[in-house]
């Protein structure tokens, strides 16, 4: 009954989308969209994702759907253990700013504002991403999925994609006129923790959310048809995310990446810009920053932390 009302609704107000939103029934999904598979040949995980596209019986409400809610699930599911790790004073000992910890009003107050932007900003944008994908030539329902190998590739090439367009982007969000009207919402914490990563103005959500979505959608203009798997973004976008969210933690831990791998910015990179409010401006990788000289105010602080430690250590030892 809600539902027809609704469906009479979009019927009338949004004609055009009207049609897209229709429900099959289980048979004609499973004839549609699955008629040609030789099953045999599927996997597990493959089956499960036939199964749900099936069920919803609608690809684009069903991409939409598994769009969002895996949104959520990495964003919580990374921000969650950040956030118990700063109510237990053991782990101050890797906290970057370790005498500025994030108060519970501050976290109750970015909880709150980030669930806005998801559910207000995010999630009616995230109905239109089915729709674009199949524009591009995406698979979305179809399996099977790519093979490990190919994933891994197109990932590394979304990964540089979205660094270089962030540097750029982030550069242009700090001029006068931009950082006063929008990016100055993202540096209310100068102290930074892992739910503040989307802790931003709507305008910044929509223009930095362009790095992480483009780079597949730009691989899609110069593969051939259906060569990327929806799968193969939804790991890029998870990694991404975690990517975002260990950047704005505030620990630097002895296991972090960027101990492993020279060139990854992790937390102790993105801490520092929140800390000065300028230079790396990149988000993964610290080469744009490096070439452009943009890491000069992170470098000159780091130095004189350095200093200060040295001669707070001499002073002890005499
Ligand atoms: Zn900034
Ligand atoms: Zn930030």
Redesign the pocket.
């Given at each position: 009954m809600a539902s027809s009302t609704v469906m009479k609704a979009v019927d009338q107000f949004f004609p055009y989308l009207a049609p897209h939103l229709q429900i099959m029934n289980s048979t004609t999904a499973q004839n549609t969209l699955y008629g040609a598979v030789d099953w045999s040949q599927t996997s597990w995980l493959e089956r499960k994702w036939a199964a749900y596209y099936v069920w919803i019986a609608n690809p684009l409400i069903a991409t939409g759907l598994l769009s969002f809610v895996w949104h959520e699930i990495i964003y919580f599911g990374r921000a969650f253990p950040f956030w118990v790790m700063d109510q237990i004073p053991y782990f101050n000992q890797w906290k970057i700013q370790e005498t500025k910890l994030p108060s519970h009003a501050e976290y109750m107050h970015c909880l709150k504002t980030v669930l806005a932007i998801h559910f207000l900003i995010e999630l009616p944008l995230i109905f239109a991403f089915h729709p674009i994908c199949e524009y591009f030539g995406m698979a979305t329902y179809e399996i099977p999925f790519s093979p490990v190998w190919k994933m891994a590739a197109q990932i590394a090439f979304f990964f540089v994609f979205e660094d270089t367009f962030h540097y750029w982007a982030h550069r242009w969000l700090h001029t006068p006129f931009m950082y006063k009207r929008v990016h100055k919402m993202?540096?209310k914490?100068q102290v930074?923790f892992g739910l503040?990563?989307e802790?931003?103005h709507p305008i910044e959500t929509l223009i930095l959310s362009q790095g992480t979505i483009s780079g597949p959608f730009v691989y899609c203009l110069f593969a051939p048809k259906h060569s990327l798997h929806i799968l193969t973004v939804y790991v890029w976008i998870a990694l991404r995310l975690a990517q975002?969210i260990d950047?704005?933690s505030g620990f630097d831990f002895p296991w972090s990446l960027r101990q492993f791998m020279p060139f990854w910015a992790g937390a102790d990179y993105?801490d520092s810009?929140?800390a000065v409010f300028k230079g790396n401006y990149a988000t993964s990788f610290r080469w744009w920053d490096q070439m452009m000289g943009t890491d000069r105010w992170y470098k000159a602080q780091r130095a004189s932390e350095a200093e200060k430690k040295l001669k707070a250590q001499q002073s002890k030892s005499q």
């Open positions: 993202h540096h914490y930074p503040a990563a802790y931003a975002a950047a704005h993105h810009h929140h």
